[in-house]
């Protein structure tokens, strides 16, 4: 991950005193003194890489300003990832956590780091050549989603993770109510009229899995010159149990126009549902509500950003990417 790190963003500096002696307080660390540096690929959570010597570990903490309910929910994360590793490997272990929010200004989880590469739109020279690349990404990724779903919540002690009836039901209106609190002045209702289509024709779920909610390629992260294996899976602060084909539309959706994809998104939810026994014939109902969801999303990011409580510029040009989102949502509910 260290093509993903840099100095720590003007405005995203923490108490590094303060967290320091916390963290030694609570893990076996080495004494050398601690260095901080910022994961910069994210741009919601702030997320930091603390080395003493040659031990690393990560910090993860919710962005400023106002936070929706439900997100950025570091408990959760620390819970899942106390439990989830021991039966699905891609998931690296929490180590601590805390929500004392003197030390740092809010809620914190403390996660193992590991090597390797995350990738976004491009590929590292030690990939780029090797045969069918692309598709061998892309198949990774698909079977790091489906063998998500294949976890038995009770296997690992997540039985209690989430309240899986109802769970369709809550993510349209509980996203809509995300859009309500964050809607631009000039709002035309389009997202309002993509909410009633998805209210009006939820399919029925098959399964109860661990859903994480966020899951997407830049989520992933690859051994640098292996592009058959996805070894680890970030971001697990919304996951919960619900319908994991939510996730299938989360991942295909992300993955519209990226130069790695090389799968027609028909075929790729054909492998998942070989590899996952699930049925997806309703595909274009997930479609469509990840790409609402992705305006919500982006929305809130460009309030935040225009709030002054993020630091990050590339959020400057988000709000021109929403009307787009907005119309492939409703092409998708005619």
Same mark, same amino acid.
């Given at each position: 991950m260290?093509d /993903?790190?840099?100095?720590? =963003?003007?405005g &995203?500096e923490?108490?590094?005193? +303060?967290l320091?002696?916390?963290?030694? @307080?609570?893990l076996d660390?080495p004494?050398a ?5 910022q994961? +910069? ?9 603390a @080395? ?6 990560v ?14 929910d570091m408990?959760?994360?620390? =819970?899942?990832?106390? =439990?989830l590793p021991?039966? %699905?490997?891609r998931?690296?272990?929490a180590?601590?956590?805390t929500?004392?929010?003197s ?10 780091y590991r090597?390797?590469v995350?990738? =976004?739109?491009?590929? *590292?020279? @030690?990939m780029?050549y090797?045969?069918? #690349?692309?598709m061998?990404? &892309?198949?990774a ?8 779903h ?5 296997? #690992?002690?997540l039985?209690g993770?989430g !309240? ?7 993510? $349209?209106?509980?996203w809509?109510?995300?859009w309500r609190?964050?809607? *631009? ?6 997202m ?9 024709t939820?399919?029925?779920? /098959?399964r109860?899995? $661990?859903?994480?909610?966020d899951?997407?390629?830049?989520n992933?992260q690859?051994?640098? &010159?292996?592009p ?15 319908? *994991?084909?939510f996730?299938?539309?989360?991942v295909?959706n992300s993955?519209?126009?990226? *130069? ?7 075929d790729?939810?054909?492998r ?7 049925? $997806? @014939? ?7 509500f990840?790409?609402? !969801? ?5 929305q809130?990011? %460009? !309030?935040r950003?225009?709030?002054g409580?993020?630091?990050d510029d590339?959020?400057?040009a ?8 907005? /119309? !492939?949502?409703l092409?998708?509910?005619?």
């Open positions: 260290d /993903q790190l840099n100095d720590v =963003r003007e &995203d923490l108490d590094w005193a +303060t320091e002696r916390h963290l030694r @307080s609570v660390l004494g003194p601690m260095q901080v540096r994961f +910069t690929g994210g741009a919601a959570n702030l997320t930091y890489l @080395s003493f010597g040659d031990r690393r570990i910090v993860r903490r919710p962005p400023r300003g106002t936070i929706a309910p439900g997100a950025h408990a959760r994360e620390h =819970r899942v990832l106390s =439990r021991d039966a %699905y490997p998931a690296p272990r180590l601590h956590f929500d004392d929010s030390i740092i200004g809010a809620p914190f989880v403390v996660v193992e090597d390797g995350v990738l =976004r739109d491009e590929l *590292p020279e @030690s780029a090797q045969h069918e #690349v692309r061998r990404v &892309d198949v990724l698909i079977n790091a989603v489906a063998d998500l294949a976890v038995a919540p009770a296997a #690992v002690g039985e993770l !309240r899986p009836d109802g769970y369709a039901n809550r993510q $349209v209106e509980g809509h109510d995300r609190r964050v809607a *631009p002045d000039d709002d035309t209702g389009s309002d009229e993509v909410a009633r289509r998805l209210a009006a939820m399919p029925v779920p /098959q109860v899995a $661990v859903v994480h909610n899951l997407k390629l830049d992933c690859f051994q640098t &010159d292996d058959d294996l996805v070894t680890s899976v970030f971001d697990w602060d919304m996951a919960t149990l619900g319908d *994991p084909l996730d299938l539309g989360l295909l993955m519209a126009g990226n *130069p790695l994809w090389a799968i027609e998104t028909r790729a939810a054909q998942y549902a070989v590899r996952s026994g699930l049925d $997806v @014939s309703h595909l274009d109902w997930y479609l469509a990840a790409t609402w !969801r992705t305006a919500v999303v982006i809130q990011l %460009y !309030r950003y225009l709030a409580d993020a630091a590339r959020l400057a988000l709000g021109d990417a929403i009307d787009s989102c907005v /119309q !492939r949502a092409d998708l509910t005619k």
